[in-house]
């Protein structure tokens, strides 16, 4: 168990739908990170939140967008969905700090049909 | 060219055998962490490397930076490391740090 939470792990919806995942990183962490793993694309980063300012961004689409709210949770928040999107997001959560371990989530499968 | 390139992209070992897997990069980095994904999809970190060598039980990582090139080795295969194992490089852009991500091998280790 990494300590890393999110939630859903499994979503199907409609093209054009909105879904948001929800991540609640490990105690004490301050970074969040979202990435996308999809068949053809491996892993991609697409935002980091540090103690909730956006720090870094970048594969990421104007219809997605992400938060870190006071408590640190994050969502990541995917709009007018297309099929293309169907994949798996990650969170992770690190101390930030040059070079320090991150920590996935079991990720969320979010299939669009 | 991806900046993060992993051979073999695929291994089948038998139980036993010493495995290598490598990672060559093409930017400056500050870390590289080599990342296990097992069949279900969660991530396990396995290490952070920003120099020289680490061990952690039969797993051992090594990193040259001057030649961008890290290492991942198995000693004394079993099945249960049947996974996917992914290269990560971490970049600083000012105060920003991102990962980048090789495509991952798939390990395959036959009893």
């Known amino acids: 168990d990494s300590g890393v939470t999110q939630t859903p792990k499994h979503l199907i919806t409609a093209t054009g739908q909105r879904v948001t995942l929800r991540c609640s990183p490990r105690?004490?962490?301050?970074?969040v990170y979202w990435y996308q793993q999809s068949l053809d694309q491996g892993l991609q980063f697409l935002i980091q939140y540090y103690n909730g300012e956006e720090r870094a961004k970048g594969n990421i689409l104007e219809r997605f967008s992400a938060q870190q709210f006071p408590d640190l949770h994050s969502e990541l928040n995917l709009s007018s969905l297309e099929l293309g999107d169907s994949a798996l997001y990650f969170c992770a959560s690190s101390v930030e700090g040059a070079g320090n371990t991150i920590y996935f989530g079991e990720g969320s499968w979010l299939t669009v049909v | 060219k991806n900046e993060v390139e992993q051979s073999p992209q695929n291994l089948t070992a038998q139980e036993g055998e010493f495995i290598t897997i490598n990672c060559s990069y093409s930017?400056?980095?500050?870390?590289l962490h080599w990342l296990q994904q097992h069949p279900g999809g969660g991530i396990v970190s396995l290490f952070m490397l920003s120099s020289g060598k680490k061990k952690h039980g039969r797993l051992i990582a090594t990193i040259n930076i001057q030649e961008k090139h890290s290492s991942l080795h198995i000693t004394a295969s079993h099945p249960r490391d049947s996974a996917v194992y992914i290269c990560?490089?971490?970049?600083?852009?000012?105060?920003?740090?991102?990962?980048?991500f090789g495509k991952g091998i798939t390990l395959s280790v036959r009893p």
């Open positions: 930017v400056g980095i500050s870390a």
């Open positions: 105690s004490g962490d301050l970074s």
């Open positions: 990560a490089v971490r970049t600083y852009t000012g105060a920003n740090s991102k990962l980048t």
